[in-house]
């Protein structure tokens, strides 16, 4: 699996987010779809193909402690910076103006383990990274959406909030070529505590964000065919 395309979807998904943000945003009906299909992927990624692959090469302790790990350092993350809420759940328009530029920051120093998430699977194998890789873009572009569109209710100005959304890109790709140039020097057990951890932030981003906001769309059937969608696509790509 060629780099490149994992690169490319690290960048794709704040763009294409960025560019509805400050052009149309989508249905509640679809949102939830969407977001209960990203919801799926990640949770089906954590449990089929990382935490199986981490307990080949780390024992069931050190897959434990990676995964707690985690779950806890994205929810320390949640907490002291804004995320995905405030634009995304809320419904309270002034609000989202007032903070534009703080989850804007917010959101990209979020991305930092989104982009060693992707690098620890790609470690381990190339599809494997190409896929973390698709459901954090799938992630992301809800997060686009959320970010452009109070910049651009803020600043009145579409190409500026299109490229400032867009740049919550940069600390993904970042992370991504950091940790896959050191992981291919850690060794095996190191490697699996890791990929236990990416299953924990993961799981941590679908059961705080994805399905929660997926929820506050009121079309709950459109949220859960689509996260049984993302089950079903992630058991199809086994079988490649």
Known sequence: MN???IIALIIMGPIIGSLIGVIKKPTPKLLASY???AAGVMISISFLQLIPEAL???SMIYVIIGFVAGFFIMMFFDDLIPHLHPGLCSKEKPSIK???FTLLIGIALHNLPEGLAIS???????????VIALSIALHNIPEGIVTAAPLYASTKKRLKSFLLSSSTA???LFAFLIGTFLFRFIPDILLGIVMAFTAGVM???SGDELLPCAERQKHTHSANMGMALGVIIVLLTTLI
């Open 98 to 100: 007032r903070t534009a």
């Open 35 to 37: 977001l209960g299909f």
């Open 203 to 205: 799981f941590y981003i």
């Open 3 to 5: 780099i490149l395309l």
């Open 170 to 172: 940069i600390p993904i």
């Open 120 to 130: 620890s699977g790609f470690a381990s194998l190339e599809k494997l990274g190409f």
């Open 56 to 58: 080949k090469l780390s």
